[in-house]
């Protein structure tokens, strides 16, 4: 730029000069005349300056221009990076999932047993040798493993079987009608329980210590019952008549206890499968019900009409009244020994005090007949002394007030019954210690972090069962599958991942295993928990 300018303003006739070039850092010579040296001189240096000053401002700028431009290529790579990096995640989140919605029905991979094939598909054995078979692990912490099809393949060879879709359907119908009609034939059996033979289980009734305790206890009451009945017609004392009342409650209410044993001591099935446990706390309410109506009302009912309506000429005190109230106090007592020491032993069993023991009605059946013989035995009493007075005084008020008292007496053991066993029916809580033992021994496990959400429900006198959400440590869980496998031979897999499809393969498969290694954590856990708390029945460990 600057030898076009310059020559531009010089002739042939011009003297030699020269000026330094800053643009081309050398020399250039320019011819001058001497009038000419100083105009051109100026003019050549102020245009010279102006243009180089130019030259000098085209090239800051293209200097910073690259500068800006090398920064936002940096920024412009990362970027780019940033973005392919999250394309290639994307596009495995995409390749991972695109062939799973989980908001719709995905049946392909369900399995099922061979019992249920049969059952359901209506296929013999032989149809199910040809079909593929999966080894999965059993659902019963002490079996082997079992062996499984895809329910998809055994519902595609019955359809082959049976030539239909429809004529299968036809089938099952009709096998589900002839269900239904053998069950509604064996609902009321004559001479087989659904449990087994009817001797066998009364004979497991009677050997148990509540039922043994309650069965002495209902004939004793049964004989006591007669006697007073006897006593009362021939004497009409009012006490005498509150303790026949007294006893046939008791001999009742001591046979519907037997039926509750009975009925507990049947296996779950498909319709109860938590079992007939229950049944004790149904019947003790059932009874503490019966004992509050008919000892407790009619009693207080019959003295509060002899303090109104009072009788005369009746012997209420003589010898046979006695000798019935002291034969009566001594069988009484002796059921009462017999179910005090039931009581005891099943406290010690459970570590706990014998008060505790009956305040939790964990042995409603006993509880009852503990109860009952107690109220007995102080009823005997109440009547034996309201007789006494009544004969040495000739005053019935004693015979009337001895009759309210044994019914108010009936009346506070019905309560307890009641609540008691009301209580243990809705669904309550084990003991807060044993809840916090239950919870400590999970937290001590190495594949468990934390132990949430605990409960624990009693499902009978003895039985109960737990539940609680369970975080488990992936990377233990992890650890302990890999312990049982070849790791090298898992690194050559890897190595030789080299599609997408291959690795998600890789992944499956070994992630598969992964959840096995849970399941077989999570029997381990409950095996443990059944073997240091016998009367566990029933755990659920959720997942969080």
Known sequence: ???????????????????FCPRFCHQVTYKKTPSMWKTTLDSFNSRSLHVSSRILQTETTKSESKTETVTEDKELDATNKKEDKSTIVSKMKTYMLKRRDYTKKYTDNNTITAVRAMQEYMLPPSDLEELRQIRVRSPYASNAPIHVYLERDVEKKAIEVWGSKEALERERKRLKRLEVKRRQKLQFPMSQSDNGPVMSQYKGLLSGGPGRVVAFA???????????????????????FSETLHSLADTCNQLLLLWG????????DEEHPYGFGNMRHIMSLISGVGIFCIGCGASIYHGIQVLLHPASGLEIGNMMSFSVLLGAAVMESASLALAVNETRRNAKKYELSFWEYVKESRDPSTNVVLLEDSAAVMGVGIAGS?????????????????????GGLLGGVATFLVTSNANALIGRSIPPSRLEELQEMLEDDA????????????????????????DFDGREITRAYLASVDMENMLQEIHAVQTLEELEILISRYGEHVIDTLGVHVDRIESELKKKNPDLRHIDLEVL
Request: glycine fraction near 8%; charged fraction near 20%; hydrophobic fraction near 45%.
């Open 218 to 240: 209902a004939a004793a009451n049964g004989l006591i019952c007669f006697f007073k009945l006897g006593c009362f017609l021939s004497t009409g004392s009012a006490s005498m």
């Open 261 to 268: 044993i009975n009925e507990s001591l049947k296996k779950a």
């Open 1 to 19: 730029m600057i030898r076009p300018v310059c020559r531009k303003l010089i002739g042939s006739k011009f003297w030699k000069t020269q000026f």
């Open 447 to 470: 594949v468990i972090r934390g132990v949430y959400d605990v409960k624990a429900t009693q499902l009978s006198s003895e039985e109960f069962k737990f539940k609680a959400e369970i």
């Open 386 to 406: 309201a007789i006494a007075l009544t004969y040495y005084t000739g005053n019935v008020l004693f015979d009337a007030v001895g009759s309210i008292m044994i």
